[in-house]
């Protein structure tokens, strides 16, 4: 990926708001359904900060910030601080918008095991976008 | 009464490729024929708001044909014992026959993503056919974001994964409803079908080399990109139309690679003037 310079402030605004992701899924009632078959622990990399999100049938049972040691996770989705703040606006600019947009410009990185993230692509893509509902708060990332 | 929208479907019955095939056609309007070809892996549904839409039917028969293996017309007989790869020859004779067999004097073109690129094709080698072409979406060639395999496997559902590739690139702007429907088409494909439509954009199509050849003089080529498309970007088709001379390009706000269906309002703002002026050129 492209050299960013890193803010600190953007970092914690972006794993807060990662942070909050139990409270944002509950929320939303169909969520679950749709990730129904998908139980893992995944990791979310805001810059060099890593965090697990635990999945359980769909349900977001836990975010946890590192930094681990040696824990392993099926897969990880990694991008600097300020292109998960572009990411999470309201109305991203184009090219903010969807991770796969954020894949192909090189500004993000998915790696691991591919099957379960594609198998439930739209499930993971809309959980990382639940921060967006955060943009008006002062919680926003 | 019942309330029915004006659009008739029938199915034609056409040779392509040395096959026979039954394809479904759906049309509204008259005037002057508007043929309107839908993206990779959809069907003609995405053109329902084109087929209604009066300020377009008054002056235009609209058209909108799902291809074979697409929507309602079936694969050719034998489909079971190959792998479907659409190429930018058997697309490139597949409108022209379709236009021919149903005896359309100097049509319209407009296609969408993988539709958007064969008009480039058309353009360049049957431009005397056409009133005016009309690229939606359109690249004589566009960077691949991801690997095809994903799209037709046993342990990763095809419906599912194609239509969470394609979310995202719509517009955040475009309506729920819309942008649901859009991926529903995509949900509904058959195995392998939207992979091997990408034959064509991936592998067999890319058209760099025959821009030289199309004549904006002889048949007018509009080319409209949706900001939010990072599939083919505005930068792609910017690129495309440096190369030809007369090709009028236009950029959409609020729009992505699906304008027809993910925001049939905003989208109409955009087309409805490039018809006004294909009509007033008669």
Known sequence: MPPVAIDPAVTERVARAFERLPELAAADADLARRGRFLTCDFEIGVGSVPLSVSIDHGRVTSVKRGPFLLRSHTFSITAAPETWAGFHQPFPEPGDHDLLALTKSGRARVSGDLVPFMGNLQFVKDLLALPRLLANTEDAA | ?282
């Open chain 2, 1 to 282: 009464m019942p309330h029915f929208e004006p659009i008739i479907g029938r199915y034609l019955h056409l040779e392509l490729s040395g096959r026979p095939h039954r394809l479904y056609v759906e049309e509204a309007g008259q005037g002057i024929p508007l043929v309107c070809l839908h993206t990779a892996g959809a069907d003609a549904r995405q053109y329902r708001h084109i087929l209604n839409d009066k300020a377009i039917t008054q002056h235009y028969r609209v058209i909108a044909f799902d291809m074979p293996w697409h929507g309602k017309s079936l694969p050719p007989e034998g489909f079971e014992c190959e792998e479907y790869q659409l190429t930018t020859a058997t697309y490139t004779q597949m409108v022209v026959d379709l236009c021919e067999a149903m005896r359309l004097e100097k049509p319209v073109v407009m296609g969408c993503s993988i539709g958007g690129r064969i008009v480039l094709n058309l353009a360049a080698e049957h431009g005397s056919r056409f009133r005016a072409l009309i690229g939606l979406e359109s690249a004589a060639y566009q960077q691949p974001w991801y690997d095809t395999e994903w799209l037709n496997r046993p342990d990763v559902h095809g419906g599912e994964v194609c239509a969470a590739l394609v979310s995202g690139l719509m517009a955040p702007q475009s309506p729920a409803a819309s942008r649901h429907e859009t991926l529903w088409m995509y949900k509904c494909g058959g195995p392998g079908v939207f992979k091997g439509d990408l034959h064509f954009y991936r592998v067999d199509g890319d058209l760099r080399d025959v821009l030289a050849r199309i004549d904006t003089a002889r048949c007018p080529l509009y080319l409209l990109t949706g900001e939010y498309d990072f599939s083919c970007t505005p930068a792609d088709t910017k690129r495309t139309a440096e190369s030809i001379p007369g090709a009028e390009v236009t950029v959409m706000k609020e729009l992505g690679h699906f304008p027809m269906s993910e925001n049939p309002a905003q989208f109409r703002r955009y087309i409805l003037p490039v018809l006004d002026k294909i009509r007033s050129a008669e």
